[in-house]
């Protein structure tokens, strides 16, 4: 970014532009006038100045010059608005090294030209440029005055690094002749994350005592709107001008380039002042923030306005849409590989907490950090109603995740990796995308000062995937007053279901969940040599046994109201609908379908499930086992109890029963929300206008989610959400804890737009 500003022509420009120049000055009879709108920076010494101030050799000729071409840009655009002086006289301030100042020198057909610079080092390398005509001098350039009136005075990316622009600006014309011409180019990119990200490292120790508790300040604060600076122009007598803002969009290959080359220019008033090894740690700690936690920052501009994506020098917006924002959000929850194994130890989502914290940031929310054990983050955000009486939302996602088999993976599962549409990666689907998407939602909304009615809450927590313990079960617990609501969206709803259908597509939404009830099995066995097999009493032959039995279990089918109800909302055909509502005919269909995620989920509804999960036993290669454990994942219907689930148990091991004990691990019931509420009503319209012509349908999830802890402390939650339909809903089901997890842009997009729809149509 840049800006700036010129006699006979001049332009400014700030997010990243050029600034040329003015063209006649009008008689010198005019005096500058306003300093309105002047920030002043009284107070704050002298800046080293690439081109500028005082303190120069942090400057490194050879690191600049990486960027060269981008840097170059600015100043050609600069260049174009200048007339040509044949045979006139050229000032360039704050030249470096030199290349740009032939250039100058040449394209205006100049006599001579004179480059200025506060840094040896960089008019070392400005030795070489020996083209007839053009001299170099080291020098201040805010205190620049020339002998006889020049033509031409140029400043390409200079004079934001020396204070009060007026009187510099006011000094550099005075330079000039009557005809002569100005232009400057300045930078405009203080509010980009690579800079906001620079000033508050420096307040952190050790380097803030380090800087004498005064950090250098960033120069390009210096840097003043354009409307400012067509002021000062005008007021310097300039007749013509050309201000202008421009844009320029430097896409980098990596954040290491970033920080390559902010080191160039913005960081050197760091190099100056730290000591050398002080300053490597300032460096490190400024890469590792940019690449993880602090990033995406962004101040609270309006979405799609624009993000400002690295770094300074010249501009580097690139736009940014929701979708890219999401994304990134997702990508970097991904990475943070917040993997939750079921000990108190793991997860360690904090991580991510305090990476949603720093987005979050700079929104003017108040944000409440819980930790139930260390590393086990929760976090809330809340935007207070203007009405107590108003029901409240709270939107919830979890920021922990399954443990993976990365060898059954085709991709990297904790890359976050963007690959032609999708983002692969463990949590892609459960349930980053929407701890991501709600977050979005969530910040869009705050970012506009959007007061509702009623309150609207945002809570990221920790050990979903494993009981809640140190998460939503302990907010609720200890912290209630921090997260309760009303009403509670969470996952995972709102991905079509291929169903057919007379009326369009058919979104389920989560009314309800089963219960959990999981347990040991100890197999018992006599131990024995290994050499001597035959008769033995060997318990992993035996378990082997026993999962075959539990694996074949059929328990009863159950077509329960709620199933009755999905099947009437969906809007089938009847003898679909027959077949759905009648235990025998809809046996038969879960075995049969092609479509296995239809077969799963419809299977799950309608069923009580046992998984065998985990299997350990023996412990010599040459010894028979005489124990083997086994843990069951078992997913209880509505009104069922341990005793009930103990008694298919023993059902399903038959003969075996005495010889395997049973070990009740957890046991948490179903759980249900009513479904006529006007948050029903909310998601329907909500979804109806994201994708017309379609319904949502009540579905009791098959698994277990946050959400019942808020429906047993009196809320009405629902699994919510909405997806697109480029990925198959086998493909969907069959992610959930499983390979390959991945989510398609389009649906983190409709995962946003949904969330923050539903919040306005319902708290407004
Ligand atoms: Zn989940």
Partial sequence: MTPPCGARRQSCSSPAGAGGPVPARRSSATRPSPRRGWRSWAGDGPEPGGSGGAVSDSWDPVRYSRFKSERAAPFFDLLGLVRAVPNGSVADLGCGTGE??????????????????????????????????????????????????????????????????????????????????????????????????????????????????????????????????????????????????????????????????????????????????????????????????????????????????????????????????????????????????????????????????????????????????????????????????????????????????????????????????????????DMLNETSGMAVAFKTLAAEGWRPRGTLIYLAVADEEALGTFGAEWMLREHPDAVRADYVLTESGGFEMPLPSRSGPKFPMMVGEKGTHWVKLRVRGTAGHGSMPFRSDNAVVKAADVVRRIAQFEPGTDISDTWRRFVTRADLPDDIARLLLDPGSLRSFVRDSDDIGVARMAHAATHTTFAPTIAHGGTKTNVIPDTVELTLDIRTLPGQTAQDIDQMLQQAIGDLADQVDVEAQSTDEATSSPVDTPMWDSMQRVTAGLRPGSTNVPFTTVGATDARFFRRAGSVAYGAGLFSDRISFADFASMFHGDDERIDQESLRLGVEFFEAVARDFLA
């Fill in 100 to 429: 740009l100042t032939v250039a100058a020198h040449e394209h205006l057909g100049a006599r001579r030209t004179l480059g200025v610079d506060s840094s040896a080092a960089m008019l070392d390398g400005a030795a070489d440029q020996t083209t007839a005509g053009v001299t170099f001098a080291n020098g201040d350039i805010a205190m620049f005055a020339s002998a006889e009136p020049l033509d031409v005075v140029i400043s390409n990316a200079a004079l934001h690094w020396v204070e009060d622009h007026p009187a510099v600006l006011g000094r550099w014309t005075a330079a000039l002749g009557q005809a002569g011409q100005l232009a400057v180019q300045v930078p405009a990119n203080a509010d980009h994350p690579a800079h906001v990200l620079a000033r508050e490292l420096a307040e952190e120790e050790p380097f803030r005592s380090a800087l004498g508790g005064d950090p250098p300040l960033d120069p390009v604060l210096r840097v003043m709107r354009p409307e400012e600076y067509a002021t000062i122009l005008d007021g310097l007598g300039f007749a013509e001008q050309h201000v202008r803002l421009q844009v320029y969009g430097h896409r980098l290959a990596s954040t290491s380039e970033v920080v390559e080359w902010v080191r160039g220019t913005s960081l050197t008033r760091f190099a100056s002042r730290l000591p050398d090894e002080l300053f490597g740690e300032y460096v490190d700690r400024y890469s590792s923030r940019l690449v993880d936690g602090s990033w995406p920052r962004r101040a609270s501009e309006p979405r799609r306005a624009g993000r400002a994506a690295a770094v300074g020098g010249c501009a580097m917006l690139d736009p940014v849409t929701v979708v890219d924002e999401v994304s990134d959000l997702l990508q970097h929850l991904i990475r943070n590989a917040c993997v939750n194994d079921g000990a108190p130890e793991s997860g360690q989502e904090v991580r991510s907490t305090d990476l949603l914290a720093s987005y979050l940031e700079g929104t003017g929310l108040d944000l409440e950090r819980y930790e139930a054990l260390p590393g086990r983050g929760n976090l809330v955000a809340r935007i207070e109603g203007s009405d107590p009486t108003a029901p409240s939302l709270l939107l919830m996602g979890h920021a922990d995740v399954v443990p993976v088999n990365a060898a059954r993976w085709r991709r990297d599962p904790f890359g976050g990796e963007l690959v032609d549409g999708e983002i692969w990666g463990r949590g892609a689907i």
